[in-house]
């Protein structure tokens, strides 16, 4: 697996809609920990390898334990999200966390024989930055960083960056793309993601 395609598959493909609220609760050691068991919790899954199926049900379960899905589809639908209505936002909060599972489950087949090593771990504005290494079989080492807050009452990761590109971000434009192909349509947006990644 290349950092482009990696890069370009987008991984959690995650986010931020508004700057997080000052976070009092949230300490270097306890996003450490975060990041610690979300970790292990992925290289568990490398290790064990299986079908697709199996990695996509256990990074769905990965992300809904460790990702902040509300803030992070709010932020990939960016301005649209405030002309949604209740019901559409929960149908594309649910639909977006399917699409990510999917997309994100497929390329945990190439991750097979890699790693993730947490390093360290720094307060930025009203946030934690938890940096690691990625180690993937036929490719430098590279660094990939964490975002986590606590702006939604638990400790969560919002957005994932390596070196330097911002994964919420991708994803973003993904979303953007598949908006503009249903003319702004946030019920088309939702069918289309059901069936995508």
């Known amino acids: 697996m290349t950092r482009r395609r990696f890069l370009a598959g987008g991984a959690a493909g995650l986010a931020l809609a ?3 609220t000052p976070s009092f ?3 270097n050691a306890k996003a450490k920990a975060l990041v610690d068991n979300l970790v292990a919790e992925i290289n568990s899954v490398i290790a064990r390898g299986g079908s697709p199926a199996t990695m996509t049900r256990a ?3 990965i992300f809904a334990r460790y ?6 589809a709010r932020s990939t639908l960016g301005p649209d999200a405030r002309r949604a ?4 936002m929960s149908a594309f909060v649910e639909a977006f966390a399917g699409y990510i599972a999917r997309k994100y489950g497929k390329r945990f087949q190439e ?4 790693r993730i090593e947490v390093n360290s771990v720094h307060p930025i504005k009203t946030w934690h930055e938890v ?3 990625a180690y993937l079989r036929g490719e430098a080492p ?3 960083k964490f975002l986590i807050s606590d702006r939604s009452g638990r400790d969560l990761f919002f957005d994932m960056v390596i070196e330097g590109i911002s994964l919420r971000l991708s994803e973003k434009t993904e979303i953007g793309a598949m908006l503009d192909r249903n003319r702004g349509d946030i019920d088309g947006l939702v069918r289309d993601l059901r069936a995508a990644g």
């Not at 990702?67 to 992070?72: E, K, L, M």
């Not at 209505?85 to 559409?88: E, L, S, V």
């Not at 991750?111 to 890699?114: A, E, K, Q, T, V």
């Open 59 to 61: 990074f769905e379960k």
């Open 131 to 133: 940096r690691s290494t």
């Open 67 to 72: 990702g902040d899905v509300n803030i992070i």
């Open 18 to 20: 508004l700057v997080p």
């Open 142 to 144: 590279f660094e990939l």
């Open 85 to 88: 209505t209740p019901a559409q």
């Open 25 to 27: 609760a949230l300490t």
């Open 111 to 114: 991750f097979i024989g890699g």
